[in-house]
Each structure stands twice: as structure tokens, then as C-alpha cells.
């Protein structure tokens, strides 16, 4: 990845009335990454997202594109998918791809041969003459992937991509999306949906109630975050022993025990001990979860709040 930025975001903040949508918040968006905007409905992060593509002012702050203030010709370098979905519906899929590349500055016959490859590699090749409204919900989004692909953008935002997607059609918009950033497109990747951001993202920044919470790397997120709990399975369903080191508690479900441990545990000494009762099939010490770290922050943030 390149060292230098390719979007800056300085103590942007936006308010509607007495409400502060989105406070204070700066992040660096690194060059060819996929970039976790990370939190629940409501925490802000259409609101950014907005102000960074100028539909909205923000109230105070600085959006920096490579260094400089963004203008409209920069938004050329940037594609958009928003949440709420918006399509020509009687027009057809390809004259719809065509139409909205040439918004872009993309020639007519450049964009024509760029929407037919788009078409074949989302397996939409036979619905290329047909009206977009005789596609499924689905279908329509994958069109509009395609639509902001398609320029051949730097800087690519996905405000919830994979709204009213099947899980086949999931993973085959996020094998493009990492493919598009193997190209050296950067990418924003906005969702509510943890789980999914885990699987794709390079960095995240975690948001609530319009607030910074948390970002970085995720690596080294997850790597510096301490582990809480261990997994384990006896051969003979064997119960792990009473009093052992750094666990906090155990309860056992499915068959699986789980140990909560203190911070600093010594998982090898811990794994000796529960070996002394018996032969272990199964020993997980997995880091946190996205979504036990992104509860775990906003907890001692609400706590500083009401302190």
C-alpha cells in the first residue's frame, strides 16, 4: 500500500438542528485497501459518506483528496454507490450502464464494451437488452456495482452493497470487490453488517452516535485487542477442572466449553492444565470478533459519557 492517503477526512463535523449527526470525526483512507466504515443504522455514516461526495455540507472540517480540497472535478475519480438505490427502470441494462459512464466522462464506445464485459462477469450478459425493470431486486444492484465500477474509478464508496443480495450473489460482489482492489482501487466499504466487513476489510473505522469509536489496521486491531475466551472439546466430554489459571468462568453449550480468561492469560500453561483431565480434541483461542470489540468500545465510551 502506498504511504500517502488518498482521502483525509479533519474533525468533519455535521449537525441537523440540535441533533450532531456526525462529531469531530478524522480518519486517512489508505490507497488500494478496502476501508471498513464501520457501526450501527443511524450512527453516522451516510452522513459522512454524503458530505464526502458534497450531496451535503458539513458544518466544519476538512475532506482532502490526495492531499487537496475536493471540487466536483475530483469526484470524476470517485464512484458512489449509495444506499438508496436509484435506476432508470425503463431504460435498458446496457443503455443504462452506457448512459451513466458517459456522466462520467467515459466515450460512448469505451463505455459500450466496458458495460458488455461488466454484464458477462456479473452473469447478466442475457438481460443486457432487457428493461431494468424486469430485473430482480438483486439484479438491480448488481447492475449498479457495475455502473460504479465501470468508470474505472480511484476511489470507490459502498454505502450497504449487499442490501437484497442472496449469499451466492454476496460472495460473488465481494470476490469484485477484491479483485478491483488487487487492481489498485481504494475502496470504502460501509455497512452495519460486522461480520461481513471482517471477511474483506483491510483497515476499519468503527462509529457510533456519530463519534469515532475505533480505527486502524484490523490486523493489528484484532492482534493488539486481548483475548477473552477460549474453546474446548473433550474427547469424553470430559468437564474442565475447578480453579484453573486466568479463567474467569465456563459454561458449556453444543457440545463446546467455553473459558472466559482474564487479560494475560497463559494459553499454553492453560492448555497443560486442562490436558491433566483429559484428551483434548479441540483447544480455540481466538481474538475477539469485530463485533465483541465494536460492543466492548462502545461500552466504555457510553460509560465516559454518563461518568
Not at 135 to 152: D, N
Not at 270 to 281: A, H
Amino acid at each position: 500500500m502506498n504511504s500517502q492517503p488518498i482521502l483525509s477526512l479533519q474533525s468533519v463535523s455535521k449537525s441537523y438542528g440540535t441533533i450532531k449527526a456526525v462529531s469531530d470525526i478524522s480518519l486517512d483512507i489508505p490507497k488500494a485497501s478496502i476501508y471498513g466504515f464501520l457501526g450501527p443504522n443511524g450512527a453516522g455514516k451516510t452522513t459522512t459518506i454524503r458530505s464526502i461526495m458534497g450531496i451535503l455540507m458539513y458544518d466544519s472540517g476538512n475532506i482532502l483528496i490526495d492531499g487537496q480540497p475536493l471540487t466536483r472535478d475530483q469526484l470524476d475519480r470517485v464512484g458512489y454507490l449509495p444506499e438508496e438505490r436509484g435506476l432508470y427502470r425503463k431504460m435498458k441494462c446496457i443503455d443504462q450502464l452506457v448512459f451513466l459512464a458517459e456522466l462520467k466522462s467515459v466515450p460512448r464506445k469505451v463505455a459500450r464494451k466496458r458495460a458488455e464485459e461488466w454484464l458477462e462477469r456479473l452473469e447478466l450478459s442475457d438481460w443486457a437488452e432487457k428493461k431494468v425493470d424486469a430485473l430482480s431486486k438483486g439484479m438491480q444492484q448488481k447492475i449498479q456495482l457495475a455502473a460504479t465500477f465501470l468508470p474505472e474509478p480511484e476511489l470507490v464508496i459502498l454505502d450497504e452493497p449487499f442490501s437484497g443480495l442472496d449469499p451466492i450473489n454476496i460472495e460473488l460482489l465481494r470476490n469484485i470487490i477484491l479483485e478491483e482492489r488487487d487492481k489498485g482501487c481504494t475502496i470504502i466499504f460501509s455497512t452495519h453488517i460486522l461480520a461481513e466487513a471482517e471477511k474483506i476489510c483491510d483497515s476499519i473505522c468503527l462509529i457510533e452516535a456519530g463519534k469515532k469509536v475505533l480505527d486502524g489496521n484490523l490486523e493489528k486491531i484484532r492482534k493488539d485487542y486481548p483475548l477473552k475466551t477460549v474453546k474446548v472439546i473433550y474427547h469424553n466430554e470430559e468437564k474442565p477442572a475447578e480453579g484453573l489459571p486466568g479463567v474467569e468462568n465456563m459454561e458449556l453449550k453444543d457440545g463446546i466449553w467455553k473459558l472466559a480468561i482474564d487479560s494475560g492469560t497463559d494459553t499454553d500453561l492453560l492448555l497443560d492444565k486442562l490436558r491433566e483431565t483429559g484428551s483434548v480434541d479441540l483447544f480455540s483461542a481466538n481474538r475477539p470478533s469485530l463485533e465483541e470489540i465494536f460492543l466492548n468500545e462502545v461500552h466504555q465510551l457510553r460509560q465516559e459519557v454518563t461518568a
